[in-house]
């Protein structure tokens, strides 16, 4: 279990996170939700090892350092750039473990094995520039899992792509879960969460919310986390947020 004790971080004067307090649990899938300039990513990169935070301390109840794979936002730019679908793969086991020059016959059967396990084996000499949206995801998936992590930390995975696209990733990520991985994932979409993960952690600058979603989201969590007065109404026996009609837009 990781264990975040009262966290804060600051990027110089400019205070963006302060008393984060939670824990992740082991094979669990935690959506991290809130809008633009909350922290969110901040708080990958604090979980990632990347980034100090300035107050606070994170605990990990395991005697061995946790393995962490990055998913990092889709980039278009790096679609750019001129490798084949493995190339890129096997840069996650150069981040990993660079002792040589040189890719081992080992790292490009892990490399296949990711690949296979993923459904994109057969793109592999594919230019990054000839995959879809959806593929891309995968493929950067798949970069990550080169690290060996327990730990998988995903950016806005489904940003950029469409529904059913999206429904793809998200299948994937249930489906890394019963492999045994603990996911941590960012997210603007507040009802995509709602209905597809257990558990919610709402972020404004610190913790507004934090369980269930149809325990955590109500107007005023909503509301604290987003600063918009917004109504939850309930789908099915899972929340659904909507404009509120105080707001005077349309409906």
């Known amino acids: 279990m990781i264990t975040l004790h009262d966290i804060g971080f600051s990027y110089g004067n400019n205070h963006v996170l302060h008393d984060i307090t939670t824990d992740f649990?082991?094979?669990e899938i935690v959506g991290i939700i809130g809008p633009s300039g909350a922290g969110k990513t901040t708080l990958l990169r604090i979980l990632l090892g990347e980034l100090t935070p300035?107050?606070?301390r994170i605990n990990n109840s395991s005697s061995a350092n946790i393995a962490v794979g990055?998913?990092?936002q889709l980039?278009?730019?790096e679609r750019t750039f001129p490798l084949t679908v493995e190339e890129m793969v096997l840069l996650g086991a150069a981040a990993f473990s660079r002792k040589k020059p040189w890719f081992d016959h080992s790292e490009k059967r892990e490399a296949s094995r990711i690949l296979e396990?993923?459904?994109i084996l057969q793109l592999r000499n594919n230019r990054l520039s000839e995959l879809s949206g959806g593929q891309f995801q995968r493929a950067l998936i798949a970069r990550a899992l080169m690290s060996r992590p327990?730990?998988?930390?995903?950016d806005e995975p489904t940003s950029g792509i469409d529904l059913h696209t999206r429904q793809q990733v998200l299948d994937l990520v249930h489906e890394l879960q019963t492999d045994g991985f603990?996911?941590?994932l960012t997210t603007h979409d507040l009802n995509w969460v709602a209905a597809q993960l257990p558990r919610i952690l709402c972020l404004n600058g610190t913790v507004t919310g934090d369980g269930a979603p149809s325990?955590?989201?109500t107007s005023q969590v909503v509301r604290e986390t987003y600063g918009a007065n917004m109504d939850v109404i309930f789908h099915q026996g899972r929340p659904v947020v909507v404009d509120s009609v105080n707001n005077g837009g349309n409906q």
Do not use: A, F, K, M
């Open 25 to 27: 649990h082991p094979g």
């Open 54 to 56: 300035t107050q606070g």
């Open 70 to 72: 990055y998913v990092p």
């Open 75 to 77: 980039d278009s730019g």
């Open 117 to 119: 396990r993923l459904g």
């Open 150 to 154: 327990s730990l998988l930390l995903l």
């Open 182 to 184: 603990t996911i941590i």
């Open 215 to 217: 325990e955590v989201l």
